[in-house]
């Protein structure tokens, strides 16, 4: 800590003293179990993908929670849910805005996201009830398909800060699926719309983000919170690779165009590119397609999914062109980008913010970078952004046994509730 924020720290200490403000933790739990049931599987797991049925009402139950709270409720054209809170005697015209996901991936958990839109709402009920008068007004806000559900994620935020990539919301994750524009149209939504989302990076005073740590840093360390630096940034092609079916026992081996041998070094370049560009990055080549996919045929076609994710985009740029240039030495392949998202840094005055407030609270805390994407990402190269994780039993996410303790889920809630009181006093 620097002096700086060692006065910021007393000065927090005696403000704490003079008015704490205690979020609810139960009412935080019960909330969290009651969404928890909306899309809940016969093994505890979620389903609740973007634009699904269950989505939409979990959607609908959230504007309920809102607008019985009194909030200004909307939901706008990419279908994030918006619940703002009006301050009394404003000094600003610009939010704070707090907020993640509500949609999940298939047998996915109850908390990835979820805790992050409920932490927030906990922390605007527990400013309602104790009358407590910010000089800014809060919004919470729930982003429409984090998981990237139909092609690529984080949609709402990015549509809310303009980055979405032209056509993407058109495009199926996998050929013959349907994109994130039919399912919208299905809901009755206008995909015109979508576009209408985007918000001028200059309403926001700040964005703050809770989330499991969805890893097991924070657990095997023995700390309550992580305060994120940074998050890794996410760059993701799909390569086609052609050739020509042929039948598989009468076309001799000099005679084949075999999709599949031709796309195989790859698989095993891609991985030593990474290693040799930065030992803490990663590359994955998660879904192999070969078509028409018969023991008794030649593969025409080998479809592959490529990510790649660091700390630096440089690094990835690096990889990404390495695969390229090996494409265009070749006949038949082909590159495409599902998305680039950058890496980001997150805000240092946001970092000193809940850092100290965690200090103050007296609960044991790191600074740590997140491996994941999240939708604080969207806002981080234009908004003010912070971001705190919350551990998560064994580090494990994305699964029915994704699990969290009533105490975590209280103290993130808890610091997120102090940042916010913190920054009142500096408007
Ligand atoms: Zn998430």
């Given at each position: 800590m620097t002096r700086g924020d060692d006065i910021q720290l007393h000065t927090l200490i005696k403000e704490a003293r003079m008015q704490q403000v205690t979020i609810n933790s139960e009412r935080l739990w019960q909330s969290l179990m009651a969404l928890g049931k909306?899309?809940?599987?016969?093994?505890?797991g979620m389903y609740r993908p973007a634009l699904s049925p269950e989505d939409q009402q979990a959607r609908e139950w959230l504007v309920s929670q809102m607008e019985s709270m009194g909030l200004e409720v909307k939901v706008d054209g990419a279908l994030n849910v918006i619940g703002r809170l009006k301050s009394q005697s404003p000094k600003t015209e610009q939010v704070v805005a707090m907020g993640s996901h509500i949609d999940t991936v298939p047998n996915g958990g109850k908390f990835d996201g979820a805790y992050g839109v409920l932490a927030a709402l906990e922390c605007v009920k527990s400013l309602q009830e104790n009358q407590v008068t910010l000089p800014f007004d809060v919004e919470v806000i729930s982003f429409c398909d984090e998981e990237a559900a139909h092609n690529a994620g984080t949609v709402g935020s990015r549509a809310m800060m303009g980055r979405l990539l032209p056509g993407e919301l058109e495009k199926?994750?996998?050929?013959g699926e349907k994109p994130f524009r039919y399912f919208l149209e299905q809901l009755g939504?206008?995909?015109?719309?979508?576009?209408?989302a985007q918000r001028n990076a200059d309403e926001f005073l700040c964005f703050l983000e809770a989330h499991i740590e969805q890893g097991k840093v924070l657990e095997s360390r023995q700390q309550s919170i992580g305060v994120v630096t940074g998050i890794v940034g996410v760059y993701r092609y799909i390569v086609t690779v052609t050739g020509e079916a042929a039948h598989a026992g009468t076309t001799p081996m000099s005679m084949r165009k075999d999709a599949l041998v031709e796309a195989a070094p790859v698989f095993t370049l891609i991985p030593q590119w990474v290693h040799e560009q930065n030992p803490d990055m990663v590359g994955t080549i998660g879904q192999v397609t070969v078509l028409p996919g018969a023991s008794n045929v030649v593969p025409k076609e080998c479809r592959f999914l490529v990510e790649l994710r660091s700390q630096q985009s440089q690094d990835m740029q690096v990889v990404r062109d390495k695969l390229i240039n090996y494409a265009n030495l070749r006949h038949g392949w082909n590159i495409e980008t599902i998305y680039e998202k950058d890496s980001v840094v997150l805000d240092d005055h946001m970092i000193s913010c809940l850092s100290v407030v965690t200090e103050a609270a007296q609960l044991p805390y790191i600074t740590m970078a997140s491996g994941a994407g999240h939708d604080a990402q969207s806002f981080a190269p234009s908004v003010p952004t912070g971001m705190i994780f919350i551990p998560c039993l064994a580090g494990v996410s994305h699964n029915p046994k994704e699990w969290i303790t009533e105490e975590d889920a209280s103290n993130g809630c808890q610091v997120l509730m102090d940042a916010v009181r913190h920054l009142a006093t500096q408007v």
């Open positions: 909306i899309g809940e599987q016969d093994n505890g199926a994750k996998i050929k939504h206008s995909f015109a719309a979508v576009e209408t």
